[in-house]
């Protein structure tokens, strides 16, 4: 059974980088044809796509995003990892990962496997 588990600190000053790790047990994320989205919620709103790195190491970025978003991954500790630059209150969600087969959905019901979410508050 496949789980995803993120991990990072709760609590970000502005103008920081957010970094978060999630870590996949219980199946590879080199699987083949598999994508690693990052996904969050800001409190109140729905759910945003962010970016995604593939099972090959190729990544995708949302648009509005991609200047402050880069995602990387560490295949031997099966580990996905999201920095976002430049942080802002309005930043202040909570960021899942998800695994699946597609890329760039903001739908939870799109994707095989979802983490329970880790909440990231940006304030001073």
């Known amino acids: 059974q496949v789980q995803l588990q993120e991990s990072g600190p709760g609590l970000v000053k502005p103008s920081q980088t957010l970094s978060l790790t999630c870590t996949v047990s219980?199946?590879?994320?080199?699987?083949?044809?598999?994508?690693w989205n990052w996904i969050r919620q800001p409190p109140g709103k729905g759910l945003e796509w962010m970016g995604a790195?593939?099972?090959?190491?190729?990544?995708y970025y949302s648009p509005s995003l991609k200047s402050r978003t880069s995602i990387s991954r560490d295949t031997s500790k099966n580990q996905l990892t999201l920095q976002l630059s430049s942080v802002t209150p309005e930043d202040t969600a909570v960021y899942y990962c998800?695994?699946?087969?597609?890329?760039?959905?903001?739908?939870?019901?799109?994707?095989?496997?979802w983490g329970q979410g880790t909440q990231v508050t940006v304030s001073s």
């Open positions: 219980g199946g590879s994320i080199t699987t083949n044809s598999y994508y």
């Open positions: 998800a695994g699946g087969t597609v890329v760039g959905s903001s739908e939870k019901n799109d994707y095989d496997y």
């Open positions: 790195i593939a099972y090959n190491g190729f990544t």
